[in-house]
């Protein structure tokens, strides 16, 4: 089994509060988040954004690796998440992960590259842990 970790601080609370995340991995080492970079243009990151990078990533090596089991050995996988934070209630919920794929795979069948990746889609661990609608969009070239 493989356990990853991040953490979070937060100063201060409300719009006011600032906050710092980071990864185990250091590739994200207190990053700054908070109100303004979660809901305005402030330089930062915010949870959102973190998620859509995760399912992107996640699913783009899930339908790599599906490639592989099918033969296929050479292209180019090209995926944008972009995961919508609604209002809900007194509060908010991530309603969507909407990935959109373009992909280069010399000599498959467009019928076989779409349930691969719907395959992929709906396998991989960050659509699994996802409690929102997930769709994709491809094209593919090649």
């Not at 991040?6 to 509060?17: M, Q, R, V």
């Amino acid at each position: 089994m493989t356990t990853r970790s991040g953490s979070a601080t937060y100063e201060g609370f409300g719009n006011d509060g600032i906050g710092h995340v980071s990864t185990q991995s250091g590739v994200l080492a207190d990053r700054k988040y908070g109100f303004g970079t979660r809901f305005g243009d402030e330089p930062g990151t915010n949870p959102e954004e973190l998620i859509a990078a995760a399912h992107a990533s996640c699913f783009t090596m899930a339908l790599s690796f599906a490639l592989a089991r099918e033969g296929f050995a050479d292209g180019r996988l090209e995926t944008t998440a972009k995961v919508t934070l609604d209002k809900e209630g007194d509060g908010f919920a991530i309603t969507r992960s909407d990935l959109m794929l373009t992909a280069t795979v010399a000599g498959i069948d467009p019928d076989q590259f779409a349930r691969i990746a719907a395959d992929a889609k709906a396998h991989c661990p960050v659509s699994k842990v996802l409690n929102a609608e997930i769709t994709l969009d491809h094209t593919l070239t090649g």
